[in-house]
Nanobody
Framework: VQLVESGGGLVQPGGSLRLSCAAS????????MTWYRQAPGEERDLVAA????????YYADSVKGRFTISRDNAKNTVYLEMNSLKPEDTAVYYC?????????WGQGTQVTVSS
């Protein structure tokens, strides 16, 4: 199983970023996917989750209405569209898949929101 995140960077408050997570080594379309984030000195928190297709999604209250999770099963990729970014969104963002009682993580991508 391999999960590779990309798309992070430095953005000004109010800006947007789109994160991608490319998955391989398993049947992507058979599993839900989740985005987490971890700020310095903080625990890793769930940001958004998606079911087998775009019909089932979940968002943390802190990002509801600003972030959108989606997936492309043909490309084995899950996305996180982030709009109206705030300094408190600064964190390392991780892609996660939970399979067979185990959690699989990507290496993370840094998102920094600062003027």
């Amino acid at each position: 199983v391999q999960l590779v995140e990309s798309g992070g960077g430095l953005v000004q408050p109010g800006g947007s970023l789109r994160l991608s997570c490319a998955a391989s080594g398993f049947t992507f379309s058979h599993y839900g996917m989740t985005w987490y984030r971890q700020a310095p000195g903080e625990e890793r928190d769930l940001v958004a989750a998606i079911g087998l297709d775009d019909s089932i999604t979940y968002y943390a209250d802190s990002v509801k209405g600003r972030f959108t999770i989606s997936r492309d099963n043909a490309k084995n990729t899950v996305y996180l569209e982030m709009n109206s970014l705030k300094p408190e969104d600064t964190a390392v963002y991780y892609c996660n898949s939970h399979m067979g009682g185990s959690d699989y993580w990507g290496q993370g991508t840094q998102v920094t929101v600062s003027s």
